[in-house]
């Protein structure tokens, strides 16, 4: 499975919605806290890309030397239609800095120095300690999952369903791929009385891309098809 620190990491990459929480900065629209860039420096910060008259931007400002707390928290909410949608959510606090010329026109990169994180999923909860997020990698399919999981979705329904073999159990009134990383496939299934549950597909060896993805499908599914 993937550790805490590479699940943390794959959702500070994601396209999943985060906003930035600076104590005692009132008044501030949740919308006026999402940045529009998120991305990764080699140490391990996290780079925030907001327009330039963003309260986040002024708190940063109008500190100057002084360090500034913050928490980046992100909610993981899984592209494809299904029961309790959010997957999870992490939440990395530091301490945020004004980065001056990182950004073209109108807008400003904040740093968020990490102190720790912590990570709330499918897989469980735990703390994340700065060194370790800042060794981690995201997933390779991260960039990838969104659309390939509304793919499997809206394609390969009859194939998702007969993975109900696989786990012994009767067919459901509804199958959905709910998330999908380089170790495996995670499907939820939901029965006709409401009641929902979850089984991991694991892939016979780690997959680092497209094609690899592809072979490793096939084997789940001529697997769900083998009496």
Not at 60 to 70: I, M, Y
Not at 189 to 209: I, K, L, N, Q, S
Request: charged share 25%; glycine share 8%; with cysteine.
């Amino acid at each position: 499975m993937p550790s805490a620190a590479e699940r943390t990491r794959t959702l500070v990459h994601s396209t999943c919605s985060s906003v930035l929480l600076i104590p005692g900065l009132a008044g501030a629209r949740p919308e006026q806290l999402m940045a529009d860039v998120r991305s990764v420096g080699p140490d391990g910060d996290v780079f925030l890309v907001f327009p330039a008259d963003s309260p986040a931007v002024r708190a940063a400002t109008h500190a100057q030397d002084d360090e500034v707390p913050a928490v980046l928290e992100i909610t993981d909410v899984a592209p494809v239609s299904v029961p309790h949608r959010i997957r999870g959510r992490a939440w990395i606090s530091g301490w945020l800095t004004r980065v001056p010329g990182q950004a073209g026109p109108g807008r400003t990169t904040l740093r968020l120095e990490i102190r720790d994180a912590y990570v709330d999923d499918l897989w469980g909860a735990s703390a994340v300690e700065a060194e370790e997020f800042a060794a981690a990698k995201p997933d390779p399919l991260v960039q990838q999952e969104t659309g390939l999981l509304q793919h499997l979705d809206s394609a390969h329904g009859e194939q998702l369903r007969r993975l109900c073999a696989v786990v012994e159990r009767e067919a459901t009134a509804r199958v959905t791929p709910l998330a999908l990383d380089r170790f495996g496939l995670r499907v939820r299934f939901a029965g006709t009385d409401g009641h929902t549950f979850d089984a991991r597909f694991d892939f016979p060896e780690p997959v680092d891309g497209l094609a690899a993805l592809r072979r490793a499908m096939h084997q789940l599914f001529a697997a769900a098809d083998t009496p």
